[in-house]
Each structure stands twice: as C-alpha cells, then as structure tokens.
C-alpha cells in the first residue's frame, strides 16, 4: 500500500477520535421524497402552518393545462413572515417558536410535505408589507443545500395576483409548488386528475379541520386554473366533516366518557359514541369508508390527527358490525412525549400501557369498554335488519332478463335491493286486476288482462313486460306502507274500475 493510499483510509477510519460524516445530500433528499405522504396529508401539513400564522382564509389552487397540473398554490392570509423568521422556517429539522398552541411537530413538514410531490418548493411572503421569498430546488439540495433567494419583484407579482377574496397586501404567504412529477394524469385526462383531487380534499381536510371550519376560524377554498387565464374554472369551499355530528344517538346511553388512567403518564378521557345505523349523512359515510372510519379520533389542539383505527385494541379494525363505535380523545401537550406522531401527522403511535388499560377502562356510566364496543355492533345488527325497508325495490322474476337489469341500474345504482317479484295469477274471484304481497313480496295481476292483451297470441315466460313494469311503478309504494290511507285505497278502487271498464270494452 502506498503512502497516499494510507492517508486516505485514516481520513476515512481513524483509529481513534472521533469523525464528522455529513450525509449525501442527493441520497438523503430522494430518500426523504418517498417517505410516504399522501397528497391529502401533504396539504393538511401545510395548512397547519396557515394555522400556525393566525390564517383567516385559505385558497389551494391548482394550476394546469391541457397536459399536466403545472404547479399548485398554498395561500393564506396569516402575519407572513421577515426575512429571518423565513430563513429558519426553511431549515430542514427547525421552525419557528409559535407557542403552545403550534400544530408543527419536527419543523420537517413544509419541506417534506412538499418535495413528496413536487421538486421545487417556493416560499413568498409579506409581513408589515415587507415582501420575502425563498426557493427549495432537488438540484440544490443535492448540491450542497443551497437555498436561493427569490428576487422581491417576483415575490411582488406572485403575492399580488387574485386569490379569490384574500387580501395579501400587507401580510399573507403563498406556498408555490412547481415541476410536479407526482400527480400525473390518469387515461381520463388532467381535468378528470383535478376533479378528482379537489374531491379528495374537500373529504379530507373537512374532516381533519372540522373544528376550525364549524366554529369559522377558518374558510379553506379549493379551485383549479387554466395556465394564462385570469378566472378559476372550478371552485368549492370546504365544508366541516364532523365524525360525531349525528342528530340521534344510536343508543340512549352514550356517548360516554371512559378515563384511562395511565401510570406515570396521566389521564386520558376517552368520549365514545355509537352511531345511528344505515345512515346516509357524509359525516358517517367520510368519503364512503364508514367501516374504515371507526375507533379512536385523536385530536391535538383541535386539529384531527387519526380518523379512526383501534391502536391494536382489536385485532379486525375495519369489522363492518363495529362501523358505529367512535372514540374522540384530545391529546394534552402534557403527553406529546408519551402518545407520539408519525412524520406525517395522520397516526398516533400509543405508549404500550394504553392497550390494556383502555380494553379495561370504566366509563361514566359504570360500563367496561369491551362491553361499549359490543353493544355498538348489536345495535347495527339489529337495525341492519330494520333497515330493510331503506334497500330501494327493483321488479324481478318472470322478467327478461335484459330487462330485469337494466330495472336495476336505473332504480338502484347498484346499491343492494330488495327483489318483487310479478306473476300472473287468477284474482277474479275477489273481483280484484292486481293484489300486492307484502309477506312474499310479490305483485299479483289478473291473467284476464293478460288473456285480453296476448289476443290470443302464445304466451311465454316473460310475456308483456312492459305491462308489468307500469303495474309496477303504480304500486312500487304500497310495498312499504304498514297500512293504506284511505285516499290511497280509494284512488287504487278507482283505478280498478277503470281498468275492468278497459277490459269489458276490449272483450
């Protein structure tokens, strides 16, 4: 070995002391892109930073053309920041010293929210109408973490374009991402990619924000831009998605509060409630995952961080009989240490204590925890099986089949139904065209119209379908009537008579 050689591997190994190994900036600034934010959870980072600034009003906008989404914008009309305040808040690992009541965790989220979907990341802000602005690039991060300094006319354009009603004249920020390479179009085209996006997040950040958006702390407003026009050809407010907004309770016991008391760390109140079955609200359904949406909500200074899941208390998190049981537990800063956050800020890791003390927590009203979840899932099933009647009715048996199809894509969109079967039958002894069947769920017509409609032709299975479908429609509601009103009854008489004068002259 030469004398060079050997100076190189000291450099590398030294046999004693200690070495400084700074890591590679472009391995680490790939590896930190695919740390697996969600483009819903990567927005919610970042308005928690609107938040932080005192926001009023915030507008996500995404910009695109006939290709691509070309960039997408974060504004708000928060107190911005000076030009130092911004220089710490872009450092990967710190932020800015907002209180107590701060929803950043790491001082990572910006940053890392960001690069998950796009490869630059700008920064635009005015505070006391002085204007700052830097820019985030991949390159320059894998250079050697150079941060540039965006040019304070090009702060001045981007700060004063329309952003709906948002006023950023003498404080505001707007979070700029640009070079997108993780939203791509699907095979429907950019437009269908947008709509489906602002559908995401008008489910995701209502949810996650409720509490800001019930109380009007906060407005948040999605719309999506042609590249070069001057008006949004999409826009939407956020509505609040409240996972515990149900007019009646499922049970006239809950909700309930549970205390886990656990040693060394404190005491948690645990509010359980049980949600009415088969409802239809969008506070149950929260973009139709109700199943998935059940268990613990933990909440951190107001702001949503788990929509649901059991934290390992039971081992099937998503069993449809459970789908009414939600637990809302508020996190005190007290415990941060104790209940600790996923980088992305949508899982709440629990200490192990916490298992084993919930399943044996006592609420309120003297009922164990284990005993609070089975009574969830017996009043879903046994309203499941009242809610019968909620399953929409489609005409089935003596049907083409065509026919019987296309009767259920139309009256029910695919959701699960509840068959009616129609027969021809002999009714003239009861001097009767037509009979509902409410045990067997079968509609009965008087084969004499039948007879009189064939003209003597050959009859077939699934002969006069049309006919059968109007009879049908008719009296598709008396299905689901415990009993008929008079006037009904009296409207159904004069239709009979009707008919059989119909019949009579046809004969």
């Known amino acids: 070995m030469n004398d060079s050689q050997t100076m190189r591997n000291s450099a590398i190994s030294p046999s004693e002391g200690n ?11 790939n590896a930190l892109r695919q740390i697996g934010y969600s483009f819903e959870q990567a927005i919610s ?133 640009s070079r997108i390479d993780r939203l791509s179009s699907g095979k429907n085209g950019v437009d269908a990619t947008v709509s489906h996006l602002i559908q ?44 515990f907004k149900y007019e009646e309770s499922g049970s006239s016991e809950f909700p309930q509060t549970f205390t886990v008391d656990i040693p060394e760390i404190g005491k948690v109140n645990a509010i359980a409630h049980i949600w009415p079955p088969n409802s239809k609200s969008q506070e149950y359904k929260l973009g139709n995952r109700a199943a998935a949406r059940q268990g613990f909500y933990f909440y951190r200074h107001g702001r949503l961080i788990q929509p649901g899941g059991w934290n390992g208390v039971v081992e099937h998190e998503t069993e449809p009989h459970t789908s009414l049981a939600r637990v809302a537990i508020d996190l005190p800063d007290s415990m941060d240490e104790h209940f600790g ?13 916490f298992v084993e003390l919930v399943q044996k927590a006592t609420s309120s ?13 017996r009043v879903y099933r046994r309203k499941d099986n009242r809610a019968q009647s909620d399953y929409p009715l489609v005409p089935d048996g003596s049907l083409p089949a065509d026919v019987a199809r296309k009767a259920k894509e139309v009256l029910a969109e695919g959701e699960r139904t509840r068959s009616v079967e129609i027969v ?11 009979e509902v069947d409410k045990e067997k769920m079968c509609l009965r017509l008087d084969k004499r119209m039948r007879k009189q409609l064939l003209g003597g032709r050959r009859a077939s299975a699934a002969d006069l379908p049309v006919v059968k479908l109007l009879f049908f429609l008719l009296l598709e509601e008396d299905f689901d009537k415990a009993r008929q009103s008079a006037p009904r009854r009296k409207r159904l008489d004069a239709i009979t008579e009707l008919l059989n004068a119909a019949l009579k002259f046809e004969g």
Not at 365 to 377: C, D, N, P, T, V
Request: net charge negative; hydrophobic share 40%.
């Open 45 to 177: 980072d970042l308005v928690d930073n609107c938040l932080n600034a005192k926001a009023s009003n915030v507008l996500i906008r995404i910009d695109h053309d006939d290709k691509a989404i070309g960039r997408l914008l974060i504004v708000d009309d928060g107190h911005g920041m000076t030009g130092r305040v911004l220089d710490k808040a872009m450092r990967f690992g710190a932020h800015e010293d907002l209180g107590d009541l701060s929803l950043g965790k790491f001082g990572m989220g910006m940053k890392l929210a960001s690069f998950s979907h796009a490869k630059t990341l700008s920064v635009n802000t005015i505070s006391g109408g002085t204007c700052s602005g830097r820019r985030w690039t991949v390159e320059g991060i894998s250079r050697d973490w150079t941060c540039e300094a965006i040019p304070e006319d090009e702060v001045r354009a981007l700060l004063g374009a329309p952003y709906a009603s948002l006023d950023l004249a003498r404080c505001g920020t707007v979070i700029e991402w």
């Open 424 to 434: 021809w039958d002999d009714l003239s002894e009861f001097g009767a065209l037509f």
């Open 341 to 353: 956050l996923n980088v992305q800020k949508s899982l709440v890791i629990v200490p192990p204590p």
């Open 19 to 29: 070495l400084q190994l700074p890591p590679n900036a472009e391995q680490l600034i």
């Open 365 to 377: 009203g003297g009922m164990q925890f284990s005993k609070y979840r089975a009574l969830a899932e």
């Open 200 to 243: 995401r997040l008008k489910v995701h950040l209502g949810l996650h924000f409720h509490r800001f958006l019930e109380t009007g702390r906060l407005t948040i407003r999605l719309d999506s831009k042609r590249a070069h026009e001057d008006v949004p050809d999409r826009a939407v407010d956020v509505a609040a998605l409240n996972p």
